[in-house]
Nanobody, 122 residues
Framework: QVRLVESGGGSVQAGGSLNISCAAS??????MAWFRKVPGKEREGVAS???????RYADSVKGRFTIAKDNAKNTLYLQMNNLEPEDTATYYC??????????????????WGQGTQVTVST
């Protein structure tokens, strides 16, 4: 059974930085990603990383967020810099075991964490 556990969320002022993590257990994932959700809005794909370490980012976070993974620790990271109030959301770690391009499409991921809250104040 695959289990994903996020950590590292919190509150920060605009312009600040946060690094959130996702500890994965179970079998090896081909593709991992971060999504975020704001109440009343659709879930948004933030960044993904494939087994070959190829990455994809939402336009809204390019140049500010960096996704990374440590295979030895089975941990996924999201370094968030120059945070904006619009980045306030619950951030979810997602994973899938099957191959293919790691598009930021929620329906392609079948394992999800419980989420961690990120709040950016002005």
């Amino acid at each position: 059974q695959v289990r994903l556990v996020e950590s590292g969320g919190g509150s920060v002022q605009a312009g600040g930085s946060l690094n959130i993590s996702c500890a994965a257990s179970g079998y090896s994932m081909y593709c991992m990603a971060w999504f975020r959700k704001v109440p009343g809005k659709e879930r948004e794909g933030v960044a993904s990383i494939g087994r070959d370490f190829s990455t994809r980012y939402a336009d809204s976070v390019k140049g500010r967020f960096t996704i990374a993974k440590d295979n030895a620790k089975n941990t996924l990271y999201l370094q968030m810099n120059n945070l904006e109030p619009e980045d306030t959301a619950t951030y979810y770690c997602a994973a899938r075991a099957w191959g293919g391009v790691c598009y930021l499409a929620a329906q392609q991921f079948n394992f999800w964490g419980q989420g961690t809250q990120v709040t950016v104040s002005t």
